[in-house]
């Protein structure tokens, strides 16, 4: 494999026209290859008019009216149905509004409720600090005992102790998937809830929630979805736990009034919309929510093209060339893969360890163009959008790489200095 | 006080040249006069080019990156500091985060544990809805009691069952103000804590939260901060709460990982941040923060102009009118000016009650160009937003609001139809 075969490939892709979805010609003019899509997906293109329309006119013209008239008030839903096709969710099952924290908090805060009389919540070590905070500051507060262990060891701990067991799909450092159904019906033949965070799944790979028999799942709206900074994130829970929020008129803890069944007869008792919706809290953020459904609809784009089932191809031969590229063209220069080869076990990132200089060897590639980001200890991650990361872009990216290692150049002392966000 | 009157009145506003801040033209030719600035305010002009800013560049071309060079990881303390001289508070002492539901749960859970051994969270009966319904949720949860009187009551009701007393400084419905030094003094002379959601007064109109020696307080972006739908809220915590945080380790219900000491440490045990970004949660939806960051701008203009002084006496001067006029033009149509006469027990707007035909006179009206709106069960909202109405505009609300009672037009059946969003 040389370069000129990678153009080959992306001449053969048959996704390599939704990159034409995303405004890159600034991006590819600076000669920068992003591989953060992990982290924020980049600016589709449709997302610019799109903002324009939502600020000057909805907002700027239609004012309060645009509640109705440009249907700000259903965008939840909305936006919500059309996520639902990406993950194996139904029509009406998912809410999108706050943020992925506050939602893991809400389903959380759920499926305690539901499966009353068990004290621990389970999770993994290493899963996304967010949801170890969250889950570890609820577990005080009801009395509850949060036990973290290592990924091989989960399957043990599942006992009648177990309330929830709460994971995220992709690891967010090493980009380890977890066999969703395998793991779900683990945990259901033990009598916990599962949740998902499908932070780094959602848009990435295929996700099939009802399939699994999940209970209830999270996910965030600017990794992979491409909704832009700090885009609204989703919550989805399975229709037989609504159903029965529904008949048990459970109430969240945030309980705001958009989740009210009336919110605007403006009652000043609190009852609970049904289904999902109750999950909403206060007035959601209607810009962030125009550019997340420019980026859930660049998914969609993919339908024609294999859904997800084309995405998921792409992403685990783009993971798999750049796996091979660090092998052959960075053999002992200390670098380690964290990445499982597996293509089953795998999201559409790549991490690889470098002990000591991991920290500085990035910020000098980001130099050089090459976009990923560092997680401490020492961590190099890579992710892979296959709507519009190129097989040429691996190539590129390894041989810049291999430049920066070759060159030395990462030890200038400028690259050792830790910004505020890595 | 005749329609030359107003003209000249407005020839004389030393905050007229404040009106080219906003985007209005499009609204002014389309014969629109908008009092519903208390719902959602008009949009800054420099929203516009903001927005494309952070859309195209920032996100579009900064990627990743803009979280430091764009500087999108301080914004939220950025935009506080600029609040916090509209409300009395001070540097370091605001994050904006979140929506106001959401930032009240996190005022009360810290209120309650800052003051246990009470049974009581009191509140006022209309108080804003999703106020209410976040209080009766937490109070059920911690076994205590929402107790919810009416507003000359709350006085004689603050005992020592009392923990927390939590209103809303100016009301959705009827534009009352309280008396925020008295009232919070009051509180704390019976041993409770003092939360104010300032939802209509900041912008709106001074207020002192040191000099009231208030303990927190919540707010809403989208109102008189002019921040666009569903901009970003704030909370507020006095110092002497936040030090006390610091040196017990006091952890918020909601400890998202923006909310931890080090954030990119990505530690697996959470450590709250000093001081009030602990109160910050999750990802920040960052282009909500940016027309917010507008939006507080247009207020923060005024100051060379008197400040909140001077925004205060014009409000004072618009809602006078706007009464006298309903006074003189609309005697005899069944109407009730349900704000308070006194100017320093009314905000910035001015509810009139009718009964049974409200909701049908305000389609009407809307159907004319003037928008205001319906809270049921009888109240028709007019807000006057200093920086942007006009006198003028206050003059021909009444007058087209004379010409639908006059007309009868609003007893066309269409105007009776609910719409999804009143």
């Not at 600020?55 to 008239?69: D, Q, Y």
């Not at 059309?82 to 509004?97: D, F, M, S, T």
């Not at 004290?119 to 009395?143: H, M, Q, V, W």
């Not at 829970?237 to 009034?257: C, F, I, N, Q």
Request: hydrophobic letters at 45%; charged letters at 20%; one cysteine or more.
């Amino acid at each position: 494999m040389n370069r000129a075969d990678c153009v080959n490939e992306d001449a053969r892709d048959p996704l390599a026209p939704l990159r034409a979805q995303f405004a890159l010609d600034r991006v590819d003019a600076a000669g920068v290859i992003y591989l953060d899509g992990n982290s924020l997906g980049v600016l589709p293109k449709s997302a610019i008019a799109r903002t324009r329309e939502v600020v000057e006119n909805e907002w700027g013209v239609g004012l309060i009216r645009s509640w109705t008239t440009a249907g700000w008030i259903d965008r939840s839903q909305r936006i919500g149905d059309k996520i639902a096709r990406l993950i194996g969710a139904g029509p009406g099952e998912i809410a999108v509004a706050d943020s992925t924290s506050v939602n893991l908090f809400k389903a959380l805060t759920a499926a305690i409720a539901l499966n009353p009389g068990r004290s621990r919540i389970l999770s993994e070590k290493t899963n996304f600090p967010t949801d170890l905070y969250i889950a570890e500051t609820l577990a005080r507060e009801r009395g509850l005992e949060l036990v973290l262990v290592d990924q091989p060891d989960i399957a043990s701990h599942l006992d009648d102790r177990v309330a929830v067991l709460m994971l995220t799909h992709a690891s967010y450092r090493t980009g380890r998937i977890y066999d969703m159904a395998a793991i779900t019906s683990a945990a259901k033949s033990a009598g916990a809830m599962m949740i998902w965070d499908l932070a780094h799944s959602a848009g990435a790979l295929p996700v099939d929630l009802h399939g699994a028999g999940a209970d209830f799942a999270v996910g965030c709206g600017y990794k992979y979805l491409n909704g832009g900074p700090g885009a609204a994130a989703f919550i989805w829970a399975h229709p037989r736990h609504t159903a029965r929020m529904d008949r048990e008129g459970w109430r969240p803890p945030l309980s705001g009034w958009l989740g009210h069944a009336q919110p605007f007869a403006f009652a000043s008792h609190y009852e609970p919309a049904n289904g999902i919706q109750r999950f909403i809290c206060g007035t959601p953020a209607v810009l962030s929510m125009a550019t997340l459904e420019c980026g859930v609809d660049t998914v969609l784009a993919a339908a024609d093209r294999g859904g997800m089932t084309g995405i998921r191809k792409k992403s685990l031969a783009l993971t798999d060339l750049f796996m091979r590229l660090v092998d052959g063209r960075l053999a002992g220069r200390g670098f380690t893969i964290v990445t499982p080869r597996e293509p089953d076990q795998r999201g559409s990132q790549v991490s690889i360890a470098h002990p000591d200089d991991g920290y500085a060897i990035m910020q000098a590639l980001i130099a050089r163009g090459v976009i990923g980001d560092f997680r401490p200890p020492d961590i190099l991650r890579f992710g892979f959008t296959p709507l519009y990361t190129r097989f040429v872009d691996v190539w590129d990216a390894v041989d810049r790489l291999a430049s920066v290692l070759h060159s030395a150049e990462w030890r200038d002392p400028k690259y050792a200095v830790r910004a505020a966000v890595t």
